[in-house]
């Protein structure tokens, strides 16, 4: 992981990312990573490897939970990371760089 420059305000939304992580499933984590990931993905492809890859076994239900949690949005047939995350999405470029830096956090 390249280390980012941080703003503040990337700062603020690593720790309201950080609290609403915490209360996710294990399904609704493993669809998350998998937007925060690839960002955007048509609904086809999102349906098939979170079911066949993932083991997800109802991933449009799961996508829209975390919809209503304001995680990620819906786009004409495809799923996008939510735009109040892409900015830090831009510097953090894998989920597992993410969860990296939201465990370093004090």
């Known amino acids: 992981m390249k280390k980012a420059k ?3 305000e990337d700062l603020e939304t690593l720790y309201k990312l950080r609290e609403m992580i ?3 499933s294990s399904e ?3 669809v998350f990573s998998y937007v925060w990931d690839n960002i ?3 609904e086809i492809l999102f349906e098939r ?3 066949r890859i ?3 076994q109802k991933p449009i239900l799961v996508a829209r939970r975390l919809r209503e949690k304001g995680l990620i949005e819906r786009g004409e047939g495809c ?3 939510a735009r109040w995350l892409r900015p ?3 510097k953090i470029q894998s989920f597992n760089d993410l969860r990296t830096l939201i465990d370093k956090l004090p």
């Open 22 to 24: 915490t209360n996710l």
């Open 28 to 30: 609704e984590l493993t």
């Open 54 to 56: 993932h083991r997800v």
């Open 6 to 8: 941080l703003t503040k």
């Open 49 to 51: 490897d979170l079911y």
């Open 88 to 90: 830090l999405r831009k």
């Open 40 to 42: 955007s993905v048509g």
């Open 79 to 81: 799923y996008n990371l």
